[in-house]
Nanobody
Framework: QIQLSESGGGLEQAGGSLRLSCAAS????????MAWFRQAPGKEREFVAV????????EYSEPVKGRFTISRDNAKNTVYLQMNSLKPEDTAVYYC??????????????????WGQGTQVTVSS
């Protein structure tokens, strides 16, 4: 089992940057593929980015490609989301999630067994 805790959210102006972190408990972090999802008010949870266990595969959703970067440090049990050139439409609660299939790059929430509590990101215009 793994527990996840996000941090780093906040209020930022359009064009600015934020870096989200997701710290995981347990010694098996390196066995999980990790992803970021987001959910805006009144909308469904949507995929943002995913990274496999040894960082060999990375995928991004089209709205964030070229602006966001996902990375992980298995020694620190942490996955990151660097968000640059932020836009008001990036406003959402951001969640990290863990997939037991370490090689998966699934974009579907049902593929992920463990979730953090979320961190709010608000981008003002």
């Amino acid at each position: 089992q793994i527990q996840l805790s996000e941090s780093g959210g906040g209020l930022e102006q359009a064009g600015g940057s934020l870096r989200l972190s997701c710290a995981a408990s347990g010694r098996t972090f390196r066995e999980y593929a990790m992803a970021w999802f987001r959910q805006a008010p009144g909308k469904e949870r949507e995929f943002v980015a995913v990274i496999t266990s040894m960082s060999t595969r990375i995928e991004y959703s089209e709205p964030v490609k070229g602006r966001f970067t996902i990375s992980r440090d298995n020694a620190k049990n942490t996955v990151y989301l660097q968000m640059n050139s932020l836009k008001p439409e990036d406003t959402a609660v951001y969640y990290c999630a863990a997939n037991r299939d370490r090689y998966s790059t699934s974009t579907y929430p049902f593929s992920y067994s463990y979730w953090g509590q979320g961190t709010q990101v608000t981008v003002s215009s």
